[in-house]
């Protein structure tokens, strides 16, 4: 079993900056790919970003110049830079990532994590 336990919600300003980190523990050979999606109440799950192992990144269009992706990976770690914040990235941000436990099985499972609450306000 694996477990992804995020950190670093929290309540900003308008124009502000958080950093959210993301740590997997547990039975863990490999992390192909780190995630981060964000929901907001009545709303579907959306991506927010992702970065393969190999440190190949990806974003969405509404994070692109403002979030930064990376992870570290001796430390099954995932990192969320948010820059230039806005009310409208106010939602509950979660952690995911598709793990293999075994060298002998290289099918990966997705974990998540249980989400933090990323609030954006005056």
């Known amino acids: 079993q694996v477990q992804l336990a995020e950190s670093g919600g929290g309540l900003v300003q308008p124009g502000g900056s958080l950093s959210l980190s993301c740590a997997a523990s547990g039975s863990i050979f490999s992390i192909y790919y780190m995630r981060w999606y964000r929901q907001t109440p009545g709303n579907e799950r959306e991506l927010v970003a992702s970065v393969h192992k190999s440190g190949t990144t990806n974003y969405a269009d509404f994070a692109k110049g403002r979030f930064t992706i990376s992870r570290d990976n001796a430390k099954n770690t995932v990192f969320l830079q948010m820059n230039s914040l806005t009310p409208e990235d106010s939602a509950v941000y979660f952690c995911?990532?598709?793990?293999?436990?075994?060298?002998?099985?290289?099918?990966?499972?997705?974990?998540w994590g249980q989400g933090t609450q990323v609030t954006v306000s005056s």
């Open positions: 995911n990532a598709d793990v293999t436990s075994s060298p002998l099985s290289p099918r990966a499972t997705s974990y």
